[in-house]
């Protein structure tokens, strides 16, 4: 996929002590071939390379950084533009506002009828109403109801009627009579672009005249996504897309292309089934989702400042060689409290989220820490294998802590080196070298 190639083509700057001209220009050939494997326009995916190369060129600022880093950064802050720069809010200025969506059946339009309706009601202070416009189906409408429900918004329906148009006219007559001020209209979809359908949506659009008219698309139907979006935004020229799906493996790489075929704004994504998994979209977080890296730019750019280079050095072949002890895990809690709080950094790498969640790290938990390695001799600081219950019990006693409080400790140290060691094997790479290694 998508992503897997710009990390390949990434990685072709790695070992390079220096970004020159040949392997910038190595590495977007890579870049600009993924993208276009991706179905991003040709001229786009050429623009979007030429940017990045006169970036890099241009750079003497950041040459503190690693080079592989910094080219991420700068395709990252790219790709950000590509798809979009700012989010982009929804249009709610009517009375009622009227939204209506668009899309293939199972793309995710009712699913995300009801988390926008929520949304609005419990983010913005809105009173939506619900209108069901899925006429083939009777549990279409049944469907609504259920999430209607669930979000404790009122939706309007009307089973005997097999008139979309009538239904959705009725439903904002009815919003205005009762207070509601915005008015979502569900519609119905098919499995794929079809005359009929078209037609339909582009009718009920033309009668109601929407402040805003979203196109809801599965991320996961790749390539297909974009053709479906151009049909729709050919006839009739939406606002903006709403990505859903995006809670899997997928990471992405329909948001570059489709904004790049119809150049309209991703307002929001859907993160999973339930109602509150409704996310606006950011074109940074999306692009730094391609490029699988989390916060590491920002991280990078913090570790630099704060961290002493010479002393990650050592840990870290201290580490290679199975020889970290209490003493480094000591002078890494300090070095890593000059950067601000644990969990905060930890979190901004890929992929330490989930070790993170059975590590119970808070920063109060520091000063015990500390009391507990300082009671500790030499050797037991170098070999933690050596605490038996006598020493425990000893070293509880001299830093005012519980024996419990040092099996946690020595639990810690052993997931942290654990972690440690794998962040130094493949993936994680990068945080050894954030280290200043
Ligand atoms: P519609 O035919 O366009 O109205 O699509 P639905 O709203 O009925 O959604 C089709 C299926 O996709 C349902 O099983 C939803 O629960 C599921 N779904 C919708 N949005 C998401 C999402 O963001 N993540 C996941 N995992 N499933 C979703
Ligand atoms: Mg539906």
Redesign the pocket.
Known sequence: NLSDKLDKALHVLKGHGQITEINVAETLKEVRRALLDADVNFKIAKEFTNKVKEEAMGQNVLTSLQPGQLMVKLVKDELTELMGGEAEGINLSGTPSVILMS??????????SGKLANYLKTKKNKNPLLVAC?VYRPA?ID?LHVVGDQIGVEVFSDRGNTDPVAISEAGIAYAKANGFNVVII?TA?RLAVDKQMMNEIATIHKAIQPQETLF?VDAMTGQDAVNTAKSFNDILNFDGVIL?????DTRGGAAISIKSVVNKPIKFI????KMD?IDVFYPARMAERILGMGDVVSLVERAQEQFDEEEARKIQKKIAKNKFGFDDFLSQIQQIKKMGSLKDLMGMIPGAGKALKGLDIDDDAFKHIEAIIHSMTPEERSTPTSLNASRKKRIAKGSGTSIQEINQLLKQFDQMSKMMKMMQGGGGKKMMQMMGA
Request: no cysteine.
């Open positions: 899309g293939l059946q199972g793309s995710g339009k009712t699913t995300f899925d279409a469907q569900d979809g809801v859903t799906k995006l809670d899997g859907g993160t999973g089934e998994a």
